[in-house]
T-cell receptor, first 112, second 117 residues
């Protein structure tokens, strides 16, 4: 059974800092990995999707890397802003039903 | 594109009431829709996978007689929480996968916050 772990559970940084969020998964046989953002009481916003054959994806100040063999992914946020404050979820698609398994998230607070 | 609308966004009702939540794909056809539940401070847990025109597949531990799922068309799936109790209070989120891009990404609705008194 696929399990996804995210570290740290919470992170507080001053504005302007670069930061890294970590995600690990137990079964490396994945189709893809996604990073989502969730604001309090809201749904999910997809940030980046990395296919299993890819090593990284970039969108603006966000860069996500994938090391499938070791079961790890990182989300790098450059020059953080207060508007980046949210919970960031990592999810992997795997299994015969191609289901998404989510991590428990990292709650990020960027202080002005 | 790829917008998923979920309704209602928030509902409060008395214990014993049945509640229906709708999930619609607005600008694409979805052969498969997924229903997730999220308790406070926890991540999303898949409840069931819904395929148009067939019975839903429920995850282990999810009561299919309590959480009724209907996927009658390529743009609509509904989740009915029957005889809801306070322990069913949670955030329910649906997602949909485009028809024709069977292995494309899941597009998520904005969620429904259910509070049972």
């Amino acid at each position: 059974k696929q399990e996804v772990t995210q570290i740290p559970a919470a992170l507080s940084v001053p504005e302007g800092e670069n930061l890294v969020l970590n995600c690990s998964f137990t079964d490396s046989a994945i189709y893809n990995l996604q990073w989502f953002r969730q604001d309090p009481g809201k749904g999910l916003t997809s940030l980046l999707l990395i296919q299993s054959s890819q090593r990284e994806q970039t969108s603006g100040r966000l860069n996500a890397s994938l090391d499938k063999s070791s079961g790890r992914s990182t989300l790098y946020i450059a020059a953080s802003q207060p508007g980046d404050s949210a919970t960031y979820l990592c999810a992997v698609e795997s299994g015969s039903a191609r289901q998404l398994t989510f991590g428990s998230g990292t709650q990020l607070t960027v202080l002005p | 594109g790829a917008v998923v609308s979920q309704h209602p966004s928030w509902v409060i009702c008395k214990s014993g009431t049945s509640v229906k939540i709708e999930c619609r794909s607005l600008d694409f056809q979805a052969t498969t829709m997924f229903w997730y539940r999220q308790f406070p401070k926890q991540s999303l847990m898949l409840m069931a996978t819904s395929n148009e025109g067939s019975k839903a597949t429920y995850e282990q531990g999810v009561e299919k007689d309590k959480f009724l799922i209907n996927h009658a068309s390529l743009t609509l799936s509904t989740l009915t929480v029957t005889s809801a109790h306070p322990e069913d209070s949670s955030f329910y989120i649906c997602s949909a996968r485009s028809w024709g891009t069977e292995y494309g990404p899941q597009h998520f609705g904005d969620g429904t916050r259910l509070s049972i008194l």
